[in-house]
Structures are given as C-alpha cells and as structure tokens.
C-alpha cells in the first residue's frame, strides 16, 4: 500500500476539523431533557433523517466487508445491499404504529403492545446483539482501515478512532450524531464513486473486468443444493434480518422517529432507501475491480478484506486520497457513534429508568453517557471471536444476525399485523428464541471441538441460510400456538397499536402525510431493486 503524503493529512486534518465544529455547535446547544439527548428534540427534517438513516449502516465494516465480497466470491451476499424496499416498509408500514404511540425506543413500544416484560426481554436481547455484532464489528473494521492507512498496529489503531468517536457522541448526544453522520456521507459516497470510475478506467473498463473476472462470477442466484448460498434460505433469512434491522432496530428507527412527523421521517425512510441503492456500486464493484486488477498482476493483497484500502490508496491522487481515507474513517465513526447513541437510549430509558424511575431528567442524561463507555469495552472483548465464525468480516455480521433477528421480527411483525397475539405468546418467542439462537451461534464457535459425525455436529454445522429460515418459521409457530393458549388481549390495549385496531381518524391523519411524488418514488425504487436482482442472474449468461 501506498502510505499518506502530505497534502493526504492536510485534507483529513481539514475534514475532522469541520466535522469537530460541527458536533461542538450541537455540545453548546441545550440538552437538559432525554427527548432533546436521545432523540435531537424530534425536529429533524426528511434530508438528514434519510442521510442519518444511510450513514448509520454504511459504516467501515460495510465498506471493508462489502468490498471484501466482491474480491472473495461471495456474490450472493449482494442480496443484503438490496434492502431498499424493505427501508420503504419502515416509512410506509411500521413508522405510523411507532410515532401514534409515542415510544422512544422499540422495547417500549412492545410494552405498549403487549407488556413490561417483552420490553425488558427485548432490551436486553438488544444491548448484546450489538456488542455481538455492531459494536465489535464496526471496532474490527476501523483497525482494519485505520492500521493500513496510517501504518499503525491494529489495537491502536481500533481503540484511538473509538475514543475519538465516544467523546462527541458521548457530549454531544442524537443531534451530534444525525448532524455529522450528514457530512459523512455526502464525503464517502463522493469518494467512493471517484474510486469505482478509477478502478474501472485501471481495469480497461467494465466489458474488460467481465472477461477477466468471467461473467459467472456475477451471478448472485445459486441452485438450493449449494453449500454455502442456496438462492431459496438465502432470500427468506436475507428478508427476516432485513426487516429486523430497518424496520424493529433502535439504531435505524431512532432516526426516523427523531423527524419532525410522521411525513418528515417516511420522507426520510424514502431517501434513506434511494441511498441504500449506492452501495452495489461504490463499495461491492470496487471489490471485484481490485480482485481483477491482482489478477492483471497490477495490484497485490492478502486478504479480500484489504481490497478497499489497498485499492483506495493504490489507485486515487494525492489529496483525493487524503479524502477517503477520511471517509472511511468518518464511516466508521458513524457508525460507531450510532450504536453507542442507541446503546446508551436502550439502557438508560429501558434498564435504569425503569429501577429509578424516581430519577431526573439530567441524571438520566448523565446514565446514558456511562453506559456508552461500557459497551465500548465488551464490544472490544469480542473481537478475537469474529475470526473463529466466518473468514470474511460481512459474512461474519450476517451470520450472527441471521441468529439474532427471527424471533425480533416474528414479534413485531405477528404484533402489527395480527391482532391476536398477546403477552405470553410473544414472551415465549422472544425468550424461546434467544435461547435456540444464542445456542447455535455457540455450538458454531466451538464446532471443532465435536466429532465429525456426530449429533451435535450436525446441528453446529447447519448451513446458517437454512437455519434461519427455519428459525423464523419456528419462532411464528411458537408466537401463534402460544397465544391461542391464553385470553386474547382487550381492544383498548390495542387501539392503534395493529392494523385491526386503527380508528377512522388515525387512517386519515396517515393518508394525509403522504402524496403522489411519495408513492411514484417508492415504486421507483422498488423496480430499480427488481432490476439489479435481474441483472445480476442474467450477467452469467
């Protein structure tokens, strides 16, 4: 790799600079509440909800992992960059069921829904699927960046860009974290797409690539028999992580929920769904350009994770470099800032406000910054076991998440959209699936200590698309059977919390939000995902 000169530091210096600025003006300004701290005061307008929305997910670990599909073979992982009809499902299906009951956080809103002991389940459930997957991940990716990029080992590295991220979060609270995230994606998606034209033009351009990549290598449908992709689990667990992450997740549905109203945030969900399209072509082609260009014998790495970096420094001029070097570490902050924004909303709202509620306001601020620095340091304790599940960093994250995520998304989705599902139904699948999931990702880290053969090796060695679609399917029985066991809730629990229960008035004040050019855009949106799925089954041809 080619190291920083420089005009590189000057521009990064330049770009923190700003970026400090920024998250001190937010610090000056007053935060004496949890509404103003956790949810910037719920007057953010459509533009930064959906930018938020965008640079929340697309962090290092997207652009290193994401890159590193494209240069290892792993193709049909591309399904989960095509979630952008699933963000519009935030806006347009649950977004109204959250802001009419007025929740902060989603295991309040499963309080409301069905009672206090969901919230508490799904509270704690949360805070460790992100040091699993979040926390540890996007911490794993920046050492991975910020040690090529500044020559530093990966420790250092990892630990100074998440001291540098807890401080303004830390301060500075929702609106430091929406207001930057802002800035840094308009940088990364710039830089990103100044390197895929790079890349293309040093490649010999597209119909080049194709010849030396070979055209099957784009195809990201693969029959039901493949080990490690079937096309029918793929989907189905793709889907279900999906819906779990955009639609039920703190750290996506805060965003929203910080909009001004209801039309404000599925705005926002729109545009955040419009950016989701980006990243197929800014992050995932550059991988598969820098896997052509070792193959050309023009560019040399060792793992399909240092494709980004080792191709962003290779191959863009001196301060453009400078520029995404920034980015990618301005991704990573974001990210980082998101989760620990989230971390810290579920814990001190969810966990200690429900043992103090005595407590005040500024105390209750106060909680949330501290419980920001302990996640920090389990997430890092994680760390060394990433390498154990998957050998690719994204890979890793989907995984775990396709363990995480059925029985969230069984809830939320059985809770909306069927209105006889009640308490003990939902605690069952919440509990009982914690249990099964936490089980399999646990026999899957110590599956070479089994015997080939075996029963228990069997299960550990479960192709983890096959078993999530199984496990989703498990968690909805469980969720059904369950509750037809028990008294249905009453319709005043209900009122307004599923479709069954909405009252005339609400169905017009939500008709009322949305217009024409917010339909025509979604449909856009959703043929253009129609499009790339097409176009990358039919590349092989």
Same mark, same amino acid.
């Given at each position: ?41 719920? +007057? ?18 997207? =652009?290193?992992?994401?890159?590193? +599909? ?50 508490? =389940? ?22 991975? =960046? ?72 784009? +195809? ?20 279900? =992580? ?300």
């Amino acid at each position: 790799m080619k190291g920083l000169d420089s005009l590189d530091w000057v521009v990064i210096t330049a770009y923190f600079l700003i970026l400090l600025a920024v998250a001190w003006w937010v610090i000056k300004q007053k935060q004496k509440n949890t509404e103003d701290y956790f949810l910037a005061g719920r +007057n953010i307008g459509w533009f930064i909800v959906g930018a938020s929305i965008f640079a929340s997910n697309i962090g290092s670990e997207h =652009v290193v992992g994401l890159a590193g +599909n494209g240069a290892g073979d792993k193709m049909p992982l591309l399904i989960y960059e095509l979630h952008a009809w699933i963000v519009l499902m935030l806006g347009w299906v649950f977004l109204p069921f959250y802001a009419r009951s007025g929740v902060f956080t989603m295991p309040e809103f499963l309080e409301k829904r069905f009672d206090s002991r969901s919230r508490w =389940v799904l509270s704690v459930v949360s805070l460790i699927a992100y040091i699993l997957t979040k926390v540890s991940v996007t911490i794993y990716a920046g050492g991975v =960046v910020v040690s090529a990029l500044l020559g530093i080992p990966f420790w250092i590295g990892a630990v100074a860009t998440v001291v540098l991220t807890g401080i303004y979060t830390v301060l500075g609270g929702m609106r430091a974290v929406v207001y930057t995230e802002t800035i840094q994606a308009v940088v990364l998606v710039l830089g990103a797409g100044i390197l895929t034209f790079l890349g293309l033009d040093a490649v010999g351009g597209w119909g080049e690539l194709k010849e030396t990549i070979g055209p099957e290598y784009f +195809n990201m449908w693969r029959p039901n028999s493949d080990p490690d992709y079937p096309w029918l689990p793929l989907f189905i667990t793709s889907t279900v =992580v999906g819906i779990w992450y955009w639609c039920t997740d703190q750290v996506i549905v805060q965003r929203v929920l910080s909009a001004k109203n209801i039309k404000e945030g599925r705005r926002g969900s729109i545009f955040g769904a419009l950016l989701k399209l980006m990243p197929v072509f800014l992050f995932l082609i550059p991988g598969v350009i820098a896997l052509a260009l070792k193959m050309q014998g023009k560019l040399h790495w060792d793992s399909p994770d240092e494709a980004f970096p080792v191709l962003m420094s290779n191959l863009m001029p001196s301060g453009l470099r400078g520029l995404v070097a920034a980015g990618l570490l301005a991704a990573l902050m974001s990210s980082l800032a998101s989760v620990f924004n989230s971390c810290s909303t579920l814990f001190t709202l969810d966990i200690y406000k429900k043992l103090r509620p005595e407590k005040p306001e500024e105390e209750l601020v106060k909680t949330g910054r501290i419980a920001t620095f302990f996640v920090v340091g389990l997430g890092l304790l994680w760390i060394p076991i990433i390498t154990t599940l998957s050998d690719g960093l994204y890979e890793y994250l989907q995984n775990v998440q396709a363990y995480i995520s059925p029985p969230i998304a069984a809830v939320f989705l059985l809770g909306i959209f069927y209105k006889r599902i009640n308490a003990n139904g939902a605690i069952a699948t919440l509990i009982g699936g914690f249990i099964i999931g936490f089980g399999k990702l646990t026999l899957e880290i110590v599956k070479s200590s089994f015997t080939e053969g075996s029963f228990i090796y069997a299960i550990a060695d479960i192709n983890w698309l096959v078993f999530g679609a199984y496990f989703f399917a498990l968690c909805i029985g469980i969720a059904v059977v369950v509750s037809m066991m028990y008294p249905a809730p009453s319709q005043a629990q209900l009122q307004g919390l599923t479709f069954g229960t909405i009252s005339p008035e609400q169905r017009a004040e939500n008709k009322a939000s949305y217009n024409w050019v917010d339909i025509i855009t979604s449909v856009l949106i959703i043929a253009i995902v129609g499009y790339i799925m097409i176009s990358f089954s039919t590349l092989a041809l």
